[in-house]
């Protein structure tokens, strides 16, 4: 707990921020969870996965730009990605404080009824990051709005919050697929669980709401106990491969991605890229040890 509190805080740092997405020796410790800068480096790797059977959904990292030139540039990279991603099964995820959310929310919403009017021409989908606990409400709001217009919209759950069995049966009611995931902030407790075994708790009864009663959803976790759970829980209540999805992070559990492939499960990496990759990289070492482990070994080498 106190080491995730402390990347928490690191991920906020903005001059070991700049002096890290700037710095010559990134490259070596962000390679393993960020496919690359530019949108060339992601898509080799989406056409790689691809090649192993495993779908992608990729993520133009940065979020909280500081203008609406800003956010509107931010939808333009996305959809130059739609358009080269649109002969793959694959999707984009956003985050809305990065199409401007923080300056006007009816801007925000124009910049994402773009994408979504390009995923719809596709035959694709725009997954709608949740970010923290500050924008639930407004991203959950976005996120209806454009599933209603376009029908090609994902929502995001965070189990460790604790309103999320309600807006999930709100989405489920809706008809609105969902991802569901741990969350990754820091939260006060008023909001959200601290203890992880109440976390994971917490996940499985949401997986099991999702399996039985969700559009398509998502079960984005990395806990192969909980993936566990899916098989079992999938395989008791009859529930077919193809009616859901298992989602991961580019670069994490590769052994236990590979477990779900050749099980015969449709299989989703986030796939990151982008110069703005620190506070991304920061989130994924508060949330697992092992990611420390990893890092630390690179630096000794």
């Given at each position: 707990m106190i080491l995730r509190h402390f990347f928490l805080f690191l991920s906020h740092n903005r001059p070991l921020r700049h002096w890290m997405e700037t710095s010559p020796l990134?490259?070596?410790?962000?390679?393993?969870?960020?496919?690359g800068e530019t949108l060339d480096d992601a898509l080799g790797v989406v056409e790689a996965l691809e090649r192993e059977k495993i779908h992608t959904t990729l993520d133009h990292l940065g979020e909280n730009v500081t203008s609406l030139e800003e956010a509107a540039a931010s939808r333009d990279a996305y959809l130059e990605a739609q358009s080269r991603i649109a002969r793959l099964p694959a999707t984009v995820s956003i985050k809305l404080t990065q199409f401007g959310l923080d300056f006007s929310e009816d801007a925000?919403?124009?910049?994402?009824?773009?994408?979504?009017g390009g995923a719809r021409r596709h035959n694709s989908r725009v997954e709608?990051?949740?970010?923290?606990s500050a924008y639930t409400d407004r991203t959950l709001a976005i996120t209806e709005k454009i599933a209603g217009e376009f029908s090609c919209a994902r929502a995001v759950i965070q189990a460790y919050l604790k309103r999320s069995a309600?807006?999930?049966?709100?989405?489920?009611?809706l008809k609105i697929p969902v991802r569901l995931c741990k969350g990754a902030y820091d939260e006060p407790p008023e909001v959200a669980f601290a203890e992880k075994r109440v976390v994971d708790r917490n996940y499985v009864v949401l997986m099991k709401t999702l399996l039985d009663h969700g559009a398509y959803p998502a079960i984005a976790t990395h806990d192969e106990l909980i993936v566990g759970e899916a098989f079992c829980y999938a395989r008791e209540r009859k529930i077919?491969?193809?009616?859901?999805?298992f989602q991961m992070l580019?670069?994490?559990?590769r052994d236990l991605q590979k477990r779900i492939v050749d099980l015969g499960y449709t299989l989703r990496l986030y796939v990151p890229y982008g110069t703005?990759?620190?506070p991304y990289f920061m989130r994924r070492l508060a949330e697992r040890p092992a990611n420390v482990v990893f890092l630390m070994r690179n630096l000794f080498r």
């Open positions: 990134s490259e070596k410790f962000t390679r393993r969870f960020v496919a925000c919403l124009q910049n994402v009824r773009a994408l979504a709608i990051d949740m970010e923290s309600a807006d999930i049966d709100r989405l489920n009611s077919a491969p193809d009616r859901f999805e580019y670069g994490i559990r703005a990759w620190y």
